[in-house]
């Protein structure tokens, strides 16, 4: 079975400074990846996917993501943070010959002027 | 619609009361899935369809959940004997692909409060 852990449950950033929201995975077979992000009271909204290629993922109001089979990582990364950024985010991982996405417990992104 | 549609967005009601939830889907998508958001958590798998049958419904925590999507568009979860551990923020999404490569998009979710 597919699982997703998220270690962080909240990220402190500054604004300007770069980000990371860590998140591994475990599944069988090659894996899609997603992140969403999820703002208070609305529902989730898709950022950025991994299918297959280029293990960088660029996605939504300048977040990318890299894929690091090895390590089984899938980390959101952002090089300058602004204070809109901040929100709960979620990785999501699906098998190749699945339909169920699961999501981890989330990250709480805080960004402080 | 232009995004998934979930009404009612709260719903309060007493233990052991019968529930609905309904969803409407982008126009189009033929995948819808169900999830389950309870505070603090990650979304929880419920059940997915593809058209009109159910796919996937080993997300289903009991009996008392129930699932129907009868023309391929609109889906409604139902709930039996409702109790208050099924208070929760139920998700609905769907997807334009048969494939499991493309996104979902998720509407704003029916806040469930089971007194």
């Known amino acids: 079975a597919q699982s997703v852990a998220q270690p962080e449950d909240q990220v402190n950033v500054a604004e300007g400074n770069p980000l990371t929201v860590k998140c591994t995975y475990s599944?069988?077979?090659?894996?899609?990846l997603f992140w969403y992000v999820q703002y208070p009271n609305r529902g989730l909204q898709f950022l950025l996917k991994?299918?297959?290629?280029?293990?960088l993922v660029k996605g939504s109001y300048g977040f990318e993501a890299e894929f690091n089979k090895s390590q089984t990582s899938f980390h959101l990364k952002k090089p300058s943070a602004l204070v809109s950024d901040s929100a709960l985010y979620f990785c999501?991982?699906?098998?190749?010959?699945?339909?169920?996405?699961?999501f981890g417990a989330g990250t709480i992104l805080r960004v402080k002027s | 619609g232009a995004g998934v549609s979930q009404t009612p967005s709260n719903k309060v009601t007493e233990k052991g009361k019968y529930v609905e939830l309904r969803c409407d889907p982008i126009?189009?998508?033929?995948?819808l899935y169900w999830y389950r958001q309870s505070l603090g958590q990650g979304p929880e798998f419920l059940i997915y369809?593809?058209?009109?049958?159910?796919?996937?419904d080993s997300g289903l925590p009991n009996d008392r959940f129930f699932a129907v999507r009868p023309e391929g568009s609109v889906s409604t979860l139902k709930i039996q004997r409702t109790e208050r551990g099924d208070s929760a923020v139920y998700l609905c999404?769907?997807?334009?692909?048969?494939?499991?490569?493309?996104?979902?998009?998720f509407g704003e979710g029916s806040r469930l409060t089971v007194l």
């Open positions: 999404a769907s997807s334009s692909t048969e494939a499991n490569t493309g996104e979902l998009f």
């Open positions: 599944v069988s077979g090659n894996p899609y």
């Open positions: 991994y299918i297959t290629g280029d293990n």
């Open positions: 999501a991982v699906r098998g190749e010959y699945g339909n169920k996405l699961v």
């Open positions: 126009s189009g998508h033929t995948a």
């Open positions: 369809f593809q058209g009109t049958g159910a796919a996937d």
